[in-house]
């Protein structure tokens, strides 16, 4: 299980961070990422992060958005910096456990310009 927080309402050009926790050990979860849907538009990948720590992001967010774990806390996070108006969406968090993949409740970002 996973839930998702720490989304709300940030001017364009703001910080915002949101946050992951899983109900397992992070430890053993070898693929973890953020995803992000916008009214009107198709769920995208925003970042992910293996185990290993090996991270990837989208384009669109490359620069001004990080990913991370903390596996002692059995959490994830998303930093985002330089937020645009377009960032505003749902985020979801995923998790790979085993074969099967798991998503959080979502969290709510908005940006306003």
């Known amino acids: 299980q996973l839930q998702a927080s720490g989304g709300g309402l940030v001017q364009a050009g703001g910080s915002l961070s949101v946050s992951c926790v899983a109900s397992?050990?992070?430890?053993?979860?070898?693929?973890m990422g953020w995803y992000r849907q916008a009214p009107g538009k198709q769920q995208e990948m925003v970042a992910t992060?293996?185990?290993?720590?090996?991270?990837n992001y989208a384009d669109s967010v490359k620069g001004r958005f990080t990913i991370s774990r903390d596996n002692a806390k059995n959490t994830m996070y998303l930093y985002m910096n330089s937020l645009k108006p377009e960032d505003t969406a749902v985020y979801y968090c995923?998790?790979?456990?085993?074969?099967?993949?798991?998503w959080g409740q979502g969290t709510e970002v908005t940006v306003s310009s």
């Open positions: 397992v050990s992070t430890s053993s979860i070898r693929f």
């Open positions: 992060i293996l185990n290993t720590g090996r991270t």
């Open positions: 995923s998790a790979i456990v085993d074969t099967t993949k798991y």
